[in-house]
């Protein structure tokens, strides 16, 4: 799977281990920033690893912050993205079984290492289980009445 990974400065420490656990997984990693500890916008690195998903450049996205809120944010601003906030490996399998999340946000302050690679595995393991569900993507992706 590709996969792209954006962070803030407040994300940045969760994202070297998380890429080097999706390569040990087997998933190719595209890296939109940032790339230190330095204060930054999010929005300027989130955006576009949302928008690679919307373009199909990349299947899912990962985006990390201090607390992930802002990220999602960003990231649900994407036509085509729906980006769930994840703290637990329980968030993380109901955004993909009931939401068919293509992108999850976490926020390095709140969720310690070992269990957000626990909640990456889980997320890009758990299948979409359609039925009623799809139906509810659907009404969140159709115009406005």
Same mark, same amino acid.
């Given at each position: 799977?590709?996969? !792209?990974?954006?962070?803030?400065?407040?994300?940045?420490?969760?994202?070297?281990?998380?890429?080097?656990?999706?390569?040990?997984?087997?998933?190719?990693?595209?890296?939109?920033?940032?790339?230190?500890?330095?204060?930054?916008?999010?929005?300027?690195f989130?955006?576009?690893?949302?928008?690679?998903?919307?373009?199909?450049?990349?299947?899912? !996205?990962?985006?990390?912050?201090?607390? %992930?809120? %802002?990220?999602?944010?960003?990231?649900?601003?994407v036509?085509?993205?729906?980006?769930?906030?994840?703290?637990?490996?329980?968030?993380?399998?109901? %955004?993909?079984?009931?939401?068919?999340?293509?992108?999850?946000?976490?926020?390095a302050?709140?969720?310690?290492?070992?269990?957000?690679?626990?909640?990456?595995?889980?997320?890009?393991?758990?299948?979409?289980? %359609?039925?009623?569900?799809?139906?509810r993507?659907?009404?969140?992706?159709?115009?406005p009445?």
């Amino acid at each position: 799977m590709r996969i !792209a990974i954006a962070s803030d400065h407040a994300g940045f420490p969760l994202k070297a281990p998380i890429t080097a656990w999706l390569l040990k997984l087997g998933h190719e990693v595209r890296d939109f920033g940032t790339n230190s500890e330095e204060s930054c916008d999010y929005p300027l690195f989130i955006r576009p690893a949302a928008e690679a998903v919307a373009q199909g450049v990349c299947d899912r !996205a990962i985006v990390l912050g201090g607390s %992930g809120n %802002g990220e999602a944010i960003v990231a649900n601003r994407v036509k085509g993205v729906r980006c769930a906030y994840c703290f637990s490996t329980e968030t993380a399998r109901l %955004g993909r079984a009931h939401n068919d999340a293509n992108a999850i946000a976490m926020g390095a302050r709140l969720v310690p290492t070992p269990l957000a690679l626990e909640i990456v595995s889980i997320w890009l393991d758990t299948p979409f289980e %359609g039925g009623r569900h799809a139906r509810r993507i659907a009404q969140i992706d159709a115009p406005p009445a």
